[in-house]
């Protein structure tokens, strides 16, 4: 488990170490961007404590939601629509949902330990 | 095993630069933000005092440009009345010399009237002499050609002088002088030649009266001023 958290903080260095400044019409993508990745995490996570983990899926869904995100979040600029919003939604009660799982499953397997 | 923790860490590697940098963003945007809007009263108080100031300034810069106007007024106005001062003063000494309060000195001509030299036995002297009548004759003339001043045998005629005859002597405001008369004029030296010598003219008649008349120009003429 050394390396996750090695590269967690390397990206945290590198994030404050980066000192760009990128137009606001792109913040949206940016809070997207976020958004995807932590799902992703956290689905992989699951994945991972359900025994289910495939990295085609984790990595094609990584990439595939960041991508489709931005697209709406694109549409939406060109359409004068706030269309991201669906996207942070759909990532957020998936957020939700895969912490409630996790947490289930956690507990569960607390249990099981205790026994 | 090892493949699945390097795409964990891939995934937490981009996660942490993500938000970070997304932090920094935010921070970065807040900070503009909070410091545009609490300049912003500052900015517009400054801009408001300086808005004032060249209100102020203009509204001075107007004031001198009429204070500057108002002294070239004045001062075009002394000058003007300077200027008529010393018209006046000239007036005033012209006028003075014309009524002899002032001496006067210029070029001139003098006229000799003497009674004639020769008088026949049969005649009366009377017919030969030089009267007072001449001598109007000869002033008058002077003056209507111009003359600035005029004086018999160096006393000065005013514009109230009398001149009258008085025996054998003709009596200018009281004083006698005996012939010959030499009466001085300042002013145009050929105006007067001219104007006395004019066919039957003035000294036409004086000569035709017996009187002898001799004309000549004379320079710096002086003329005392009247000694009251």
């Not at chain 2, 970070?20 to 921070?27: A, D, V």
């Not at chain 2, 909070?34 to 102020?56: A, C």
């Not at chain 2, 440009?65 to 007024?73: K, L, M, Y």
Request: glycine share 6%; hydrophobic share 45%.
């Amino acid at each position: 488990m050394w390396l996750p958290a090695l590269f967690l903080v390397l990206g945290l260095i590198l994030g404050f170490l980066t000192n760009i400044t990128i137009p606001d019409i792109y913040a949206n993508y940016l809070s997207i961007a976020v958004l995807a990745a932590l799902d992703t995490l956290f689905g992989g996570i699951r994945a991972q404590l359900e025994d289910k983990f495939d990295q085609k899926v984790f990595i094609t869904g990584f990439f595939f939601n960041v991508s489709l995100a931005a697209f709406l979040a694109f549409l939406g600029v060109q359409l004068g629509i706030d269309l991201y919003l669906a996207a942070i939604f759909a990532f957020g009660v998936r957020l939700f949902q895969n912490l409630a799982i996790i947490r289930r499953l956690l507990l569960e397997k607390y249990r099981f330990i205790k026994k | 095993m090892k493949s699945r923790k390097l795409i964990f860490a891939f995934v937490f590697f981009v996660l942490g630069f993500l938000l970070t940098f997304s932090y920094q963003y935010t921070k970065s945007k807040n900070e503009v933000t909070q410091l545009s809007e609490k300049d912003w009263e500052q900015d517009y108080y400054y801009r408001q005092q300086l808005i004032e100031l060249e209100d102020k300034n203009k509204q001075l810069r107007n004031e001198l440009a009429n204070i500057r106007q108002e002294i070239q007024t004045q001062e075009q106005e002394l000058a003007n009345e300077a200027d008529v001062l010393k018209d006046l003063v000239d007036q005033k000494l012209n006028l003075q010399k014309l009524v002899g309060e002032l001496s006067v000195s210029g070029d001139g001509v003098a006229v000799t009237l003497s009674d004639s030299s020769y008088i026949p036995e049969e005649e009366h002297a009377n017919q030969y002499i030089v009267h007072d009548r001449h001598i109007h004759q000869v002033v008058n003339e002077l003056y209507s050609a111009g003359a600035k001043a005029i004086a018999i045998n160096g006393q000065r005629i005013y514009r109230h002088s009398s001149i009258s005859c008085v025996g054998p002597v003709i009596s200018i405001d009281g004083n006698n002088f005996p012939a010959p008369f030499v009466i001085t004029a300042i002013g145009d030296q050929h105006t007067l030649e001219v104007s006395l010598n004019l066919q039957n003219g003035v000294v036409d008649n004086l000569v035709q009266d017996n009187v002898e008349v001799k004309l000549e120009k004379k320079s710096n003429i002086e003329m005392l001023a009247r000694e009251t």
